[in-house]
């Protein structure tokens, strides 16, 4: 049976369908909808709203999405900017809304795209269950742990890219984090200390930034399901810049420790303008472990 904390007043009606036994698949469908409408709240999602964005091309006062794409003194494109996840099959014709965050199709479940799902190792498909079946209650996103950059890209948080030529940053609002991928196509190291970003490198391909990594913690989930990383994994993603307002980043995942084979994936991201990243800081009058008696 799951348990859902019904002191919370979001949550009164997940209790109500729970008393009368509705399946964990409804009830997890529902508080997908739920959780997706409070992380919209416009209170919550940036600073310096509507303060226009320098260097932002625009038609008649709206913004050119498709107009060209900036690009750094190498000539190389530029990948600054904030962004956000971009859930349509497409990209849209005008930016994200800094007062309505959206989710991407994968934030719940990474291979939702893929026809027979992600290829899980018989250990992770089980476990995996277990997490569905138990409304991801050790999810360590909501125990206020730090996000992997590929769950980060399909969460209601928005990103902001800060390019140089040598060093591309990602700065996450959500608890402040951050991540670095040096784009002087260092070495990885042999024997990386496990990190929750691990470590990473790129180089160019034509005017695709290919970055891979190394060194992910084991545990590291990457989608709501519980689907995760572990030590032995490799991500490679291969991030375009298509137009001024959107990336297109194709991930592909070769971890033997938890699939059976390489997957891909493609996370679309949307640019926001006239907005600045907020303060979110995910422990501040964090009950939810301590009501729930979870264990630390």
């Given at each position: 049976m799951i348990q859902v904390y019904c002191e919370i007043p979001f949550l009164l009606v997940l209790c109500n369908m729970q008393t009368k036994k509705f399946s964990p698949v409804v009830i997890r469908s529902v508080l997908v909808i739920?959780?997706?409408?409070?992380?919209?709240?416009?209170?919550?999602?940036?600073?310096?709203?509507?303060?226009?964005?320098?260097?932002?091309?625009?038609?008649?006062?709206?913004?050119?999405?498709?107009?060209?794409?900036?690009?750094?003194?190498?000539?190389?494109?530029?990948?600054?900017?904030?962004?956000?996840?971009?859930?349509?099959?497409?990209?849209?014709?005008?930016?994200?809304?800094?007062?309505?965050?959206?989710?991407?199709?994968?934030?719940?479940?990474?291979?939702?795209?893929?026809?027979?799902?992600?290829?899980?190792?018989?250990?992770?498909?089980?476990?995996?269950?277990?997490?569905?079946?138990?409304?991801?209650?050790?999810?360590?996103?909501?125990?206020?742990?730090?996000?992997?950059?590929?769950?980060?890209?399909?969460?209601?948080?928005?990103?902001?890219?800060?390019?140089?030529?040598?060093?591309?940053?990602?700065?996450?609002?959500?608890?402040?984090?951050?991540?670095?991928?040096f784009t002087d196509a260092r070495a990885l190291p042999d024997d990386p200390a496990p990190s929750w970003q691990g470590y990473s490198s790129a180089h160019w391909v034509g005017d695709t930034l290919t970055v891979d990594t190394i060194g992910v913690r084991n545990d590291t989930w990457i989608d709501w399901d519980g689907s995760e990383l572990t030590e032995k994994g490799k991500v490679r993603e291969e991030i375009s810049r298509p137009d001024y307002g959107h990336l297109d980043i194709v991930v592909t995942v070769d971890d033997p420790g938890a699939y059976t084979k390489p997957f891909t994936v493609k996370l679309r991201q949307r640019i926001v303008v006239d907005a600045e990243l907020i303060d979110e800081t995910c422990l501040e009058n964090e009950q939810f472990v301590e009501r729930m008696k979870l264990k630390n």
């Open positions: 739920m959780l997706s409408a409070l992380f919209a709240s416009p209170q919550l999602s940036a600073q310096w709203l509507h303060n226009p964005t320098k260097g932002v091309p625009r038609v008649a006062g709206k913004v050119d999405m498709k107009a060209r794409v900036p690009r750094m003194a190498d000539g190389k494109p530029d990948l600054s900017g904030i962004w956000i996840s971009d859930p349509t099959p497409v990209g849209g014709d005008s930016p994200s809304s800094a007062d309505t965050l959206p989710i991407s199709r994968q934030m719940q479940n990474m291979g939702v795209d893929m026809p027979d799902g992600l290829p899980y190792q018989p250990w992770l498909a089980k476990l995996v269950k277990q997490r569905k079946d138990n409304l991801s209650i050790d999810d360590p996103h909501i125990r206020c742990l730090p996000d992997n950059f590929l769950r980060a890209y399909g969460l209601p948080h928005m990103l902001k890219f800060i390019h140089t030529p040598n060093l591309l940053v990602v700065l996450n609002e959500m608890n402040a984090g951050y991540r670095q991928i």
